[in-house]
């Protein structure tokens, strides 16, 4: 197998492997860096590509309310919204770090939008009791990708793209090298580093609904797992309301202005899986979707979602459209908290005849991005469809971004603890960015303390039964099935032994080729270790709806129960999965 050497290996080039691999380039200029990416730099990663209806970064700056203690309130939303199942010690540094990692932004570049006074504009995002939200518009995350790519530029950091990580060799405990495949030629090589950098982002690729860019099959959640790191909080996956071509997040401003929600026929649905009390609230819990967007037991919302799932479920598509009221809206019938909000925006908001009209004045330039893309909401209607946005958990972390395997660190998306059942909306973007440097910095510290370890690397045998295009299209329909958003104990482990049969006859080579093939392995560890975390979880919590019986509007619940107040954290040995449940890092009495 060829061999490639360097000191520093950042594996992604998304936000948070651009940001881990700057860092480590500036605060080391004598060191090697290189960056190893799935796709061409610029084309993949979620960062390049995401984009809502107002796409967030969530920073406390000195002036962000409250003005006392301004950055605990940010952290204790973080732990509060996260279900009290993730580590507070990151959620305080998300929260002190936030200001900082703005700022970077800003001297790159990035054009967040700008008060009168000059100040930064925030605004109020799901999960948060004050406005932190900093945007540019639809393509926030979009613009801080491209600025962070004008940097890496200008500095002299290897690139190595079209390069899959499937396995790590680890070496008394320590990371010493990563396997990659070439997804375009399947020529498999070796990079030999002092210390690495996992920022691969999420696998919401094993999904069939999902929002995320092609190359996202987890494939460093399974690589760190059997090199022996340990993964955090996998049953909790971030679904909500989406395009399901354009990768489009329709959240906040889109719900807010009250489009009817309709299917192929024209037929307003919602209402036919709802209980009396929730039809005859409906104006009020639409509008509030927009501040629970993702899916969430704890809100009220979720009944929303779990109504268009049912629907597309039973063989329907599904629409915004913006063109006329809802029937069942009526100016009487909106709550005075939302007359209140509403006075903010402009306070004939909801005498305005039509949603569109209310969309161009909450939120004019997603009318004008989705326009931009051939889709006029004045005249036709949105298609949107429950998908998975965002992974929760990753590869453990603690504050250095240090994973349980010396030398190997983790960022992004791909890293776990930091985040727990939910996150305030604009906290992911966030994420990257702080721990991305946090990671790449501290990185690059190791590796002047450590050495290459050269060793010999043999050739391998990828012996399995099962074609890899069977076993791919078998895990998908499981996990999209049973893992999704609405999760059963018995339907859980019926899939779960289906998987681990997978597993038992092993993925075959067939004419997809070799890079397919690991990818597929891959796969499948993530989607075993998925359902396992969800199994093991005998509760509801965030986006982790487990349910008795599921046919609404008649459901059951499992409920969520503070004897869970907990994370499970997953590891592979002896061929294995393995849970514990373990109590996380907890705020000291008495803070914010």
Not at 109 to 127: A, N, S
Request: aromatic residues 10%; charged residues 25%; neutral net charge.
């Amino acid at each position: 197998m060829k061999k490639l050497f360097t000191d520093v290996a950042i594996i992604g080039g998304g936000g948070a492997g651009l940001r881990a691999a700057i860092a480590a380039k500036e605060k080391v200029p004598s060191l090697n860096v290189m960056l190893l990416t799935k796709k061409p730099l610029g084309v993949g990663g979620t960062t390049a590509i995401a984009c809502s209806d107002r796409m967030a970064f969530h920073a406390t700056l000195p002036y962000t309310l409250p003005e006392k203690d301004n950055w605990r309130h940010h952290a204790m939303d973080i732990y509060r919204i996260g279900g009290e199942v993730s580590d507070y010690n990151l959620a305080e540094l998300l929260a002190k770090e936030s200001a900082d990692a703005l700022e970077y932004l800003l001297n790159l570049g990035v054009p967040f939008v700008k008060k009168l006074d000059g100040k930064i504009d925030q605004f109020l995002t799901d999960g948060s009791v004050y406005p932190r939200a900093c945007y540019v518009g639809p393509e926030t995350a979009v613009e801080i990708h491209k600025a962070l790519l004008r940097r890496f530029k200008n500095l002299n950091i290897e690139l190595r793209e079209n390069a899959m990580l499937y396995d790590f060799l680890v070496k008394d405990g320590r990371v010493i090298a990563a396997k990659f495949v070439d997804v375009q030629t399947n020529e498999r090589f070796c990079v030999f580093a002092r210390s690495f950098v996992l920022a691969t982002g999420g696998g919401g690729r094993l999904f069939k609904r999902n929002v995320f860019p092609s190359e996202m099959t987890g494939d460093g959640y399974a690589a760190a797992l059997r090199a022996g790191a340990e993964l955090v909080n996998m049953e909790f996956m971030q679904i909500g309301i989406c395009h399901p071509h354009l990768l489009f997040a329709s959240s906040g401003s889109m719900f807010r202005s009250l489009p009817r929600i309709v299917d192929e026929n024209n037929e307003e649905f919602v209402q036919r899986y709802l209980s009396e009390e929730d039809r005859k609230r409906l104006t009020e819990l639409q509008f509030k979707k927009g501040a629970h967007w993702p899916v969430s037991y704890e809100s009220p919302t979720k009944v929303i979602d779990l109504a268009v799932y049912k629907h597309l479920e039973n063989g329907h598509r599904v629409f915004f459209d913006f063109t006329k009221n809802p029937s069942y809206f009526s100016a009487e019938s909106i709550p005075e908290e939302i007359l209140r909000w509403s006075e903010k925006v402009d306070v004939k908001l909801f005498s305005l005849p039509t949603p569109y009209e209310r969309l161009l004045k909450i939120n004019p330039r997603v009318v004008e991005w989705l326009r931009e893309r051939h889709i006029d909401l004045s005249k036709e209607w949105l298609e949107v469809q429950n998908a998975l946005q965002h992974f929760q958990g990753g590869v453990k972390i603690n504050e250095r971004a240090q994973t349980s395997l010396k030398g190997l660190y983790a960022a992004g998306e791909c890293a776990g603890g930091q985040h727990g059942a939910n996150r305030p909306g604009g906290n992911s973007l966030l994420d990257t960015q702080v721990f991305g440097k946090i990671a790449g910095e501290n990185a690059a510290l190791e590796a002047l303390n450590s050495e290459i370890v050269n060793i010999d690397v043999d050739d391998e045998n990828f012996n399995g039964n099962v074609p890899a295009s069977n076993v791919r299209a078998i895990l998908m329909d499981l996990v999209s099935k049973h893992g999704f958003l609405v999760r059963i104990d018995d339907e859980l482990a019926k899939a779960l032994r289906e998987l681990d049969r997978l597993d038992f006859e092993g993925v075959k080579l067939d004419e997809k080729g070799l890079a397919f093939m690991l990818e597929t392995k891959n796969m499948l560890m993530l989607a075993r270790v998925i359902l396992t975390a969800e199994l093991a979880r005998k509760e509801s919590r965030g986006p982790h709806l487990k349910f008795e019986f599921f046919d609404p509007p008649n459901m059951k619940f499992v409920p969520r129960n503070d004897d869970w107040n907990k994370y499970i954290v997953i590891t592979f040995a002896e061929g294995r999965l393995h849970c514990e449940v373990r109590e996380p890092i907890r705020p000291m009495e008495g803070t914010v």
